[in-house]
């Protein structure tokens, strides 16, 4: 993972982890269930977030840089996983 990426992600998942706090904050506040199902659904798609991050990184350097260097053994690979990657994603 490049740099940007890694520092992008670590300030996502950071913030995620004090949404998670937060949310456990408030379970042991007996807070309303609503209110818990909205800031579950935040954090679902913080992590979302940070899922798109990492896998355009992969897919813009990874993916790319086995597809520039030709090696078909390497682009059959790296297609495989992402396939299967992809089909763990969307459970």
Same mark, same amino acid.
């Given at each position: 993972?490049?740099?940007?990426?890694?520092?992008?992600? $670590?300030?996502?998942?950071?913030?995620? @982890? *004090?949404?998670? /706090? /937060?949310?456990? !904050?408030?379970?042991?506040?007996?807070?309303?269930?609503?209110?818990? &199902? $909205?800031?579950? +659904? +935040?954090?679902? #798609?913080?992590?979302? =977030? +940070?899922? @798109?991050?990492?896998? !355009?990184?992969?897919?813009?350097?990874?993916? #790319? %840089?086995?597809?520039?260097? *030709? %090696?078909?053994?390497?682009? !059959?690979? =790296?297609? %495989?996983?992402?396939?299967?990657? &992809? #089909?763990?994603? $969307?459970?």
């Amino acid at each position: 993972m490049h740099d940007a990426t890694r520092q992008k992600v $670590t300030q996502r998942l950071r913030r995620i @982890e *004090g949404q998670v /706090g /937060g949310l456990l !904050r408030m379970v042991d506040e007996n807070r309303y269930c609503i209110d818990l &199902l $909205t800031q579950i +659904a +935040a954090v679902r #798609a913080a992590l979302h =977030k +940070a899922e @798109e991050e990492i896998l !355009r990184d992969h897919l813009s350097h990874c993916v #790319a %840089d086995a597809f520039a260097a *030709g %090696d078909v053994n390497e682009q !059959r690979h =790296k297609v %495989d996983e992402l396939v299967r990657t &992809l #089909a763990r994603m $969307t459970r």
